[in-house]
């Protein structure tokens, strides 16, 4: 019980250390047609134990909305349970959206990092039915380094406890606790559910999501068959990812012997430490790169490969939306 519980706080206290947030911005004086000034505005969705502002000093997108809205992007920075499992997060980030919470916006360019992918899907489904034909409000679903197909790390965490024991019990009070603290941190008052969570980023628990909220995946985790555009209730949504390939990426990171032990459940498979490269596809797949689960929101604190700069593939995919339309 100890070693399990210790392990957990391991996962969510390297989580705690990149989670950090900023508010959003809009874009700068002077930046209008500007490299990333689309149609729609960016809406950014976190991942598990995500918020959304601690004092405004860190982003869990580290610097990327400030490089959007530099050269004409607008951006606000969703705010969903840091713990809970992926629909019931999906329908809190629609009743918000619906709600005004994100401002007015006709349609929103979402980023969504981890189970932030997930996440919006349910999203989508969820949105579509709140309004009329074709008045859902997600244009664009750009997943990075999400957990689309289940997450192997998640399927050894759940192997490892039992379901309904006191081990699960006494896990998930230190994790719903944190939880709780992010929340309270954070200003907002979101439900924490550890175990939902858990569950619901497991192969089983991500296929059961699929099988409702299929945008954009594929029949299998490593099936080239996704649909890269789809229309929903009337909504057009085009679909697109990224994936990390690498665990070790610097030697300055503090977390990456974390994320190299969580990667050993992987073998030989590419993966981000967290998921694999295959689990991370979705929609038009932009490639894969030398970063982890946490380099690809430019954490900790920018510190990464030196090869590659997480900040450009947003950057670059802002301009893609541009070109399209969106």
């Known amino acids: ?31 209008s047609d500007g490299y990333t000034d689309t149609q729609h505005p960016f809406l950014m969705v976190h991942g598990i134990t995500g918020f959304d502002t601690v004092g405004g000093l860190l982003g869990y997108f580290h ?51 981890s189970q932030g ?10 949105d579509a039915h709140a309004n009329g034909e ?14 689309n197909n ?8 759940r192997g490892v406890i039992p379901a309904d024991s006191s081990i699960e019990g006494g896990v998930a009070a230190v994790a719903n606790a944190f939880g709780s603290l992010i929340a309270w941190i954070s200003g907002d008052e979101h439900q924490q559910d550890s175990i939902a969570a858990l569950d619901s980023l497991t192969s089983v628990g991500t296929a059961d999501l699929n099988s409702r909220h299929p945008y954009g995946t594929a029949s299998g985790e490593c099936v080239e068959d996704r649909d890269t555009v789809v229309t929903y209730r009337g909504n057009e949504i085009h679909l697109y990812s990224w994936a990390g390939r690498s ?54 604190m920018g510190v990464g490969s030196i090869w590659h700069n997480p900040v450009s593939l947003y950057r670059v995919q802002a301009n893609r939306l541009k070109n399209t339309g969106l």
């Not at 073998?267 to 981000?272: L, R, T, Y």
Request: proline share 3%.
């Open 1 to 31: 019980m100890e070693k399990i519980t210790h392990a957990v706080c391991l996962v969510v206290t390297a989580s705690l250390s990149s989670l950090s947030h900023a508010d959003g911005c809009s874009a700068w004086a002077g930046s």
């Open 63 to 113: 610097t990327v909305p400030m490089n959007l809205c530099r050269s004409g992007a607008d951006v606000v920075i969703a705010s969903v349970s840091p713990f809970n499992d992926s629909e019931q997060r999906g329908l809190s980030l629609a009743d918000d959206i619906n709600s005004g919470v994100y401002g007015d916006a006709v349609k929103y360019n979402v980023f969504a990092h």
């Open 117 to 126: 992918s997930p996440t919006t899907r349910a999203a989508i489904t969820f």
């Open 134 to 147: 074709g008045q859902g409000h997600i244009a664009s679903l750009t997943s990075v380094d999400g957990v």
């Open 150 to 157: 289940g997450s192997r790390v998640a399927d050894m965490i």
């Open 247 to 300: 665990v070790m990426t610097n030697i300055l990171d503090l977390l990456d012997p974390f994320l190299f032990t969580t990667s050993l459940v992987f073998g030989a498979e590419p993966s981000d430490g967290m998921v694999s490269v295959c689990s991370q596809k979705l929609g038009e797949y932009l490639g894969d790169y030398d970063a982890n689960h946490i380099d690809v929101i430019n954490h900790v």
